[in-house]
């Protein structure tokens, strides 16, 4: 009985807390005027009496539970009252609570999108067990400015066998792009992309197979049993994830390898150290003599012993090479490096995401000073509402709690629908994974989101409450008079102050979006030398099924020879790599007779074509002539430079002149325009082509021609043809040059984008918040106004002052945000081409965008300012 008393009394204290109050009070005190009474009439005088009850009463310290316990159920209604007080107060002004979402939503949005972009990519640990222990190894070439050129397979296992500051190290062929794998036996042949990898590696990195095992020792050494490990994607797209693959054979290039294991779905090697490449096969890094003739091709990877140093490695890693450099006095050896693993695979993203991360923060800045304006108008129109209330009893501390729930309301309204924004920010990132960068195709809204949201949501209701809890420290009396008075001039001040703010900030936004824009905009007008129109590129890999030399001239002769059959197809030609797709090969260069000292020579990036290439891709025959039928093996050997090359040789005319080639003499011929290869913001350098028949060895090849008809409509036949010559030889995944420009544009134009949408959203902030200002500064001036329109101002000079005003806040805007937008420049200096930090169009255009904006967001205000009621405006009083 006493337990269901005890539970219908909170109950009713939780549903009518003042009644609670009430009847608790009244309760105890009529238990105690009758313990009282008894002991009164004992004979004990009313003191005594009062204590004696006081000490017999068990049921009055319950009863003081019970209060205490109703007493801590008030705050609930009192919480229910101020959430249903503050949504009626916001209903009743939507433009004002739209306003402040948006700028919440904008702000919280961004933030936490690119903050989530940031912590994937830069900040959380490699995916690795053991990250902080793994080093990048690698060779640069000083003289050339090369950060980074591989390493040699005999530096490999010299490491793997005497390096002491390793306790494992693994490889990679970085050139897998050139690698051979053919699938057939199963239905069509396929063109698949495969990695030559260490046996250690995948141990190193943590990887463990989804199906079957990885790679054991001794399966990478020459005269091994071919072995395979399949992606999943592989698995599950041509094998049906079949798990009887396992154990089994499958055909490629002509050899049978044995499956013995799949991969994971998410195996982050893939994203985090060859981003941007789907990989279909994984197969042992053979180590035999043939690949130390490969040169400088491979990645390396080690982990550090426990207690190593970085710098130890780095010493041991040059004594090491010291030492091979004495052991093979011909090998031309660079100097070798090392650096941690998770500096080298964040190093291209860390820049363009510390420069969206500086854009962020100006927008929240601006976002908050646009809710402190905002805000700060609200709570001087409603203080004879707050006075009012006060002098009916309510506290400081009372109404304080009041805006601060409404705040909170709008808080967590902004900071739901920013989960939006957020995922539009990330999933713009995401989406360009053929980019480039570590880890970019694993993002996704994780922990790491909703903890950046909430924080943000957190210091934006702090934000929201604090500033009219500032105007809030005043007495009823005080506020009452100050309403239009001291309060309004001191919020119009502050909100003159922030204003400024908002318009620098903007400033060096939009100056930032500008000088971007136009970057991309000289990006685009530069002449990449060749002609990406119509143009389609496939890859055919014969593999060794042809002897090099005549063999594999032969058989691509009738492949080209078939395709310029197909209907549809107006040239075709061969090259090794087409332009920004595939980097060249690095070859040494010489004048015949003369001896340079070692690493003096230049390198050249070098290309195998066919006859017609040039005319195929447009790249202008600017001297000399183009390659012919009868550049073959048993032919003198012939080359084609560049300009850049040809400025290089110190003969005025250097077609005809003899040049060193890789060791071999060749003979120019010809001289063609400069081409884009690398990247069209960057620059040629010196380049030459080789006739595909007369070089041994390279049998992968790029199938270019061009063609009006759609790739989808046109690659069966293309696929025909191959297959009329040779009917297991599979053809790679059409590729047209138009995409393969845009793919190497993505990362400037993802950047420019990203920018602008900072730059469009500040700009949008501040035009609200400068249309907030002047509204408000209009709707507190109604009385002067309505006077000087009584005294005889024409309507246009009221007008007039409104915008010059507003030009006045503008221009101080502009004077604060200089010295930020000058910093802003300084920081994209790396991002643009072709235009200066200090651009004057660009900083003129901007300015006029800003005043424009300005003098826009006021006109609307003037025009109410110049149509006020003189007798109106004074009756509102």
């Known amino acids: ?74 705050w609930l209604d009192d919480v229910s009252r101020d959430v249903a007080h503050g949504v009626r107060t916001l209903t009743r002004a939507p433009s004002f609570t739209i306003i402040a979402i948006l700028t919440l939503v904008l702000s919280i949005g961004a933030a936490s999108g690119v903050l989530t972009v940031l912590d994937s990519i830069v900040l959380d640990p490699l995916p690795f067990p053991d990250a902080g222990r793994l080093v990048w190894i690698e060779n ?23 390096a002491q500051t390793f306790d494992a190290v693994g490889a990679w062929n970085r050139a897998f792009f050139f690698s051979t794998f053919n699938l057939t036996g199963m239905g069509e042949p ?17 990887a463990t197979a989804a199906a079957g095992r990885l790679f054991r020792e001794g399966e990478d050494r020459p005269g091994a049993v071919p072995v395979v490990v ?63 003739q490969l040169g400088y091709y491979l990645s390396v990877v080690g982990r550090l012993r426990d207690g190593a140093s970085i710098d130890e490695a780095r010493a041991e890693l040059a004594a090491r090479q010291a030492a091979l450099a004495a052991e093979r006095p011909s090998v031309r050896f660079f100097e070798p490096g090392a650096e941690p693993l998770h500096v080298h695979v964040t190093r291209a993203a860390r820049a363009p995401l510390l420069l969206l991360v500086a854009g962020v923060g100006c927008l929240i800045v601006i976002g908050w000073a646009n809710l402190t304006n905002l805000l700060l108008a609200r709570t001087v129109a409603r203080t004879k509402e707050l006075a009012t209330r006060a002098a009916l009893g309510a506290t400081r501390g009372r109404l304080f709690r009041q805006v601060l729930t409404e705040g909170a309301l709008l808080a967590a309204l902004g900071g739901a629908l920013s989960v939006g924004v957020s995922a539009a920010v990330v999933n713009a990132a995401s989406a360009a994974d053929a980019l480039p960068v570590a880890r970019l195709a694993n993002l996704h809204l994780d922990a790491t989101a909703f903890w950046s949201t909430l924080t943000l949501i957190v210091a934006a209701t702090t934000l929201i409450g604090m500033v009219p809890g500032l105007l809030l420290r005043r007495s009823a009396p005080t506020l009452l008079r100050s309403h239009g008075g001291t309060a309004a001039r001191g919020s119009r001040r502050i909100q003159g102050a922030l204003v400024c703010a908002q318009v620098g900030l903007a400033l060096a936004l939009v100056l930032s979006a500008g000088l971007l824009t136009r970057s991309f905009w000289n990006v685009l007008q530069v002449d990449a ?70 690493g003096a020579n230049p390198t050249a990036s070098t290309r195998l074509v066919s006859p017609g290439y040039f005319h195929t891709l447009g790249i202008p025959l600017l001297q000399g002539r183009d390659f012919h039928a009868s550049d073959d093996s048993n032919a003198p050997q012939v080359v084609i430079v560049n300009q850049s090359l040809a400025r290089l040789l110190e003969s005025r005319d250097p077609l005809g002149s003899r040049l060193l080639a890789g060791g071999d003499e060749v003979g120019i011929v010809g001289i063609v325009a400069d081409v884009k290869h690398k990247g069209i913001d960057q620059e040629s350098g010196p380049e030459m082509y080789l006739p595909f028949a007369q070089v041994r060895g390279f049998n992968a090849l790029d199938v270019v021609f061009t063609t009006a008809l759609a790739p989808a409509s046109i690659i069966p036949s293309i696929r025909r043809a191959v297959w009329q010559v040779d009917p297991r030889q599979a053809v790679g995944q059409p590729v047209l040059l138009e995409e393969v420009v845009k793919r190497s544009l993505l990362s400037r134009r993802l950047l420019v984008w990203l920018v602008g949408v900072f730059a469009s959203a500040a700009l949008a902030v501040t035009v609200i918040g400068i249309y907030g200002v002047v509204s408000y500064s209009v709707a507190t001036r109604t009385q002067e106004i309505g006077i000087r329109i009584a005294l005889g101002a024409a309507p246009d000079s009221i007008r007039r002052g409104v915008l010059r005003d507003t030009l006045k806040l503008t221009a101080a805007g502009i004077v604060v945000g200089s010295p930020l937008a000058a910093g802003a420049g300084g920081l994209l200096r790396s991002f643009l081409f072709g235009v200066d930090t200090y651009d004057t169009q660009t900083v003129a255009a901007v300015g006029i965008v800003i005043v424009a904006t300005a003098l826009l967001a006021a006109y609307g205000p003037s025009r109410r300012a110049a149509s006020v009621d003189p007798m109106a405006a004074l009756r509102c009083e």
Do not use: C
Not at 140 to 162: E, I, K, P
Not at 537 to 551: F, H, L, W
């Open 1 to 74: 009985m006493a337990l269901l008393r005890r539970f219908l009394l909170r109950l009713y204290s939780f549903l009518h807390p003042g009644r609670a109050d009430r009847e608790l009070t009244r309760e105890l005190t009529s238990h105690l005027a009758l313990l009282e009474d008894a002991f009164g009439r004992q004979g004990l005088r009313p003191e005594e009496a009062r204590l004696a009850a006081r000490r017999a009463s068990g049921g009055v310290e319950q009863i003081k539970e019970l209060h205490r316990d109703a007493r801590s159920f008030v």
């Open 140 to 162: 640069a070439n000083r003289n050339n400015s090369d950060t980074d050129l591989g390493s040699r397979m005999s530096q490999f296992t010299d490491w793997q066998q005497h």
């Open 230 to 292: 399949l992606s999943h994607g592989l698995w599950q797209r041509r094998l049906a994830g079949s798990p009887d693959i396992i154990g089994s054979s499958l055909t490629i290039n002509d050899r049978s390898f044995i499956v013995v294991g799949v991969l994971p779905p998410d195996v982050f090697f893939l994203s985090t150290l060859v981003p941007g490449t789907p990989v279909d096969v994984f197969v042992p890094l053979e180590q035999n003599a043939r690949a130390e």
């Open 190 to 206: 396929e063109r698949l992309t495969g990695i030559q990898v260490s046996q250690s590696l995948f141990p190193m990195l943590g």
């Open 529 to 598: 030398g060749f002609r990406p129109t119509n143009v389609v590129a496939v890859r055919v890999d014969p593999g060794v099924r042809y002897a090099p030399g005549g063999a594999v001239t032969r058989f691509f002769d009738q492949v080209l020879e078939h395709i310029a059959a197909v209907p549809g197809v107006h040239s075709v030609a061969l090259t090794s790599g087409v332009p920004l797709d595939r980097p060249g090969m690095g070859w040494d260069l010489g004048i015949p007779g003369r001896l340079q000292p070692t």
